[in-house]
């Protein structure tokens, strides 16, 4: 079973036995996890799995059909001004197209009690005050998603939250978003980010939840699920049910991919080529895999279908 | 809630969307004040209710609140801004009581300047005819007063229904279907019910004596409930629903 960071009191983010019902489709399925302050957690699963329809109930946009959603432990919409402790973006677009970025910061600075100038920082501070007075009509996608981040970095937040940032991104945006997470995160303060592209993140965060189906499969700490991943050796042999049992005899985890092929997992092929060696089988090619954790988070996800 | 006022007023007055409202009521009042005031025959523009027909002519202006009021939240939902918006501030009946205090103060600024501009147009249509004024002061205070009043309610009743319905053209066609079909229709079978409407309540308001219609006062406080109900509406509306 995952291993659960239990802080409640502390915790910045909590789920607690959280489900979503949309008439027969249930989009998140009794997820509880805790967030401990100052980490960066990559929130995984496939397009659907309920990421955002669980961003959304910690934030107070959808109620909970059963548990709770808590952010610095009281329900989103019981915190008093909770624009200045937690940021968020759920949708790269949410702007008014006829209306320019600093206009768009200025209602929301505005509606908190924050001056002006606050939009301005957060507009230097996502590299935007050239296109400040422009219409938002005007924007490229990587534009509107750094505006999108002015706007929840606003009220100089502790928290931030936000739903598949990197999509759309050009190369060099993503690394611009990574780049101002870790600065972000190296403050001290906590980010929950989701995608559904592991690689998107796993340069960035520390832990990982996993969800599928709305259902929690995992949450651990990066490196955990790197160890899983690092030591897959792929070999191709004439005998694979030899060599299967000889290895299993060493407890190396074995998947068959094919007839003729056996993939070893948590080990090297140094390693594999001696157990062959020593149980005589031949081997036709040991190949290290350097895939990769998109192939466990695959994995993960997909075990769980019906 | 001051705080959340300005940000609704910036709201407003940050896209092209009001002007463009501003300019299309500025159009129209010019062009039905100048059609009335111009082609009407002398005799029948010398009575109080034949001339209040003309300096009335203002009251277009509510049409163009309404709408500024439904901007107000359907562009919201319309763009997505509603998901900022809800996260900056999740009290929702709270921000929409802003709202609706926004749309009032947007609505007397459009009914200050519809009004001007149509008795403004009819008077000086009067005058260069030289046709007697028939109003008492009283009566055009009411005309003009009667008829700010609704054009700033309306900005209210528009955020409202807005707020209930979301989708932006559903509300509007459904407000317009109301204005101009289906509350017509209403008075002309069953003015014992139609009279209590939001627009008979207003004509009454703006002192018009058509029959049927409610006595000035009695059609203010019913155009002010309407405006009242369905803001409570719109924040229980809101309140329950999911923002996805």
């Known amino acids: ?306 | 809630m001051i705080d959340q006022i300005r940000a609704e007023l910036l709201k407003i007055r940050s896209t092209r969307t009001t002007l463009g409202l501003v300019a299309g009521m500025v159009a129209l009042i010019v062009f039905f004040a100048l059609l009335t005031g111009l082609l009407t025959k002398a005799p029948h523009l010398v009575t109080p209710e034949d001339q209040r027909g003309l300096l009335n002519v203002g009251s277009i202006a509510g049409l163009f609140s309404a709408l500024a009021g439904v901007m107000l939240i359907t562009s919201e939902y319309r763009h997505g801004t509603i998901r900022p918006t809800f996260l900056f501030d999740p009290r929702r009946s709270h921000l929409l009581a802003a709202k609706a205090a926004a749309g009032l103060l947007a609505g007397i600024a459009f009914g200050l300047a519809g009004e001007a501009l149509g008795f403004g147009l009819g008077y000086l249509t009067l005058t260069a005819r030289g046709i007697p004024f028939a109003l008492t002061t009283g009566q055009a205070a009411l005309t003009v007063g009667g008829g700010l009043a609704a054009v700033a309610l309306w900005a209210a009743i528009g955020a409202a229904v807005g707020a209930i319905v979301r989708n932006q053209v559903g509300t509007i066609i459904g407000l317009l279907a109301w204005g101009l079909i289906i509350d017509n229709l209403l008075f002309a079978f069953v003015p014992s019910v139609g009279r209590f409407s939001p627009n008979r309540a207003e004509n009454a308001l703006e002192g018009l004596t058509a029959k049927h219609l409610l006595p000035a006062a009695a059609g203010g406080a019913v155009l002010v409930a309407w405006a009242a109900a369905l803001t409570i509406a719109g924040i229980l509306a809101t309140a329950r629903r999911d923002v996805t």
Do not use: C
Not at chain 1, 67 to 81: I, K, N
């Open chain 1, 1 to 306: 079973m995952p291993e659960t960071t239990r802080a409640p009191q502390a915790a910045a983010v909590v789920a607690e036995s959280l489900s979503k019902r949309f008439g027969r489709l249930l989009a998140v399925d009794d997820l509880s996890f805790a967030l401990a302050p100052g980490t960066i957690t990559g929130f995984l699963g496939p397009n659907g799995a309920g990421k955002t329809t669980t961003l959304r109930m910690l934030l107070g946009l959808a109620a909970p059909s059963e548990g709770r959603a808590l952010v610095f432990g009281s329900p989103y919409a019981e915190l008093e001004r909770p624009a200045l402790r937690i940021g968020a973006v759920l949708e790269a677009t949410d702007f008014h197209p006829g209306r320019s970025g600093r206009d768009h910061l200025r209602t929301l600075s505005r509606s908190v009690g924050l001056s002006d100038t606050r939009a301005d920082q957060a507009l230097r501070r996502v590299e935007l005050e050239q296109a400040a007075k422009r219409r938002v009509k005007g924007y490229s996608l990587g534009m509107r998603q750094r505006l999108g981040l002015a706007a929840a970095l606003l009220g100089d937040p502790e928290l931030l939250i936000l739903d598949e940032p990197a999509n759309g991104l050009d190369p060099e945006g993503v690394r611009w978003l990574r780049d101002f997470l870790r600065d972000f995160a190296a403050q001290g303060r906590t980010v929950l980010v989701s995608s559904h592209v592991l690689a998107e993140v796993a340069q960035t965060v520390d832990q990982v939840l996993i969800i599928n189906r709305g259902r929690l499969v995992t949450e651990s700490p990066l490196a955990q699920l790197t160890a899983r991943v690092s030591g897959s050796v792929r070999i191709r042999t004439p005998e694979p049910d030899r060599l299967q049992k000889a290895l299993e005899q060493e407890q190396i985890e074995i998947s068959a991919t094919n007839e003729h092929a056996l993939l070893a997992h948590g080990t090297s092929s140094e390693r594999v080529g001696q157990i062959a060696f020593a149980a005589g089988v031949p081997l036709y090619e040991l190949v290290a895999e350097s895939s990769s954790l998109e192939d466990v988070f695959l994995q993960l996800t997909a075990k769980e279908q019906p």
